[in-house]
């Protein structure tokens, strides 16, 4: 079956350093891929998605890039801020399935 | 626009007892779909529902179950509730369902079992 894996958490770094959140995927058919953000207390926001293959998904200065070959889907940024930490899930949804398999999920904490 | 009202957002129950939980999507949005988060199992998919039919479910007991009304509005329901069935419940709504549209998430309900 489909399933995601994420890098453990948490992830701890210095505002202004660079983060990387690695995910890999495997699933049966083109799914597509996306990264939401679930701060404390809150549900899930998306925060960017791809839908095929090379595509690049960004949003508030994070990136994705989808790539089949690794079959990985890694978030980015370039610098973070204090305001970034929260928890992010990365997950796919597969073709016709019309439901989304999550990753366990990697806490990032950033500070000042 | 009005995002994704679930409620109630707290509930305490004791086990045994039922639970209903209601939600509203984004208005035109005709694809509602249930998640069930705690910590030792992550987020797992409970069931999808379009156009008041149930198109997808995940792997959960028949205590598990839903329904969608006409104007989209969706419950879920938990009978004979368990300390397990301890989690926060989020509801998600997307314009098809598809799957490259992405899913609208609310703020959740937080169930108690005692």
């Known amino acids: 079956g489909d399933s995601v894996t994420q890098m453990e958490g948490p992830v701890t770094l210095s505002e202004e350093a660079f983060l990387t959140i690695n995910c890999t995927y495997t699933a049966t058919g083109y799914p597509s891929l996306f990264w939401y953000v679930q701060y404390p207390g809150e549900g899930l926001q998306l925060l960017l998605k791809a839908t095929k293959a090379d595509d690049k998904g960004s949003n508030k200065g994070f990136e994705a890039t989808y790539r089949k070959e690794t079959t990985s889907f890694h978030l980015e940024k370039g610098s973070v801020q204090v305001s970034d930490s929260a928890v992010y899930f990365c997950?796919?949804?597969?073709?016709?399935?019309?439901?989304?398999?999550f990753g366990s999920g990697t806490r990032l904490q950033v500070q000042p | 626009k009005a995002g994704v009202t679930q409620t109630p957002r707290y509930l305490i129950k004791t086990r045994g007892q039922q639970v209903t939980l209601s939600c509203s999507p984004i208005s035109g949005h005709r694809s509602v779909s249930w998640y069930q988060q705690t910590p030792g199992q992550g987020l797992q998919f409970l069931f999808e529902y379009f156009s008041e039919t149930q198109r997808n479910k995940g792997n959960f007991p028949g205590r598990f179950s839903g329904r969608q009304f006409s104007n989209s509005r969706s419950e879920m329901n938990v009978s004979t509730l368990e300390l397990g069935d301890s989690a926060l419940y989020l509801c998600?709504?997307?314009?098809?369902?598809?799957?490259?549209?992405?899913?609208?998430f609310g703020s959740g309900t937080r169930l108690t079992v005692v």
């Open positions: 998600a709504s997307s314009a098809s369902g598809g799957d490259g549209y992405g899913y609208t």
């Open positions: 997950a796919l949804s597969d073709t016709g399935r019309r439901a989304l398999t």
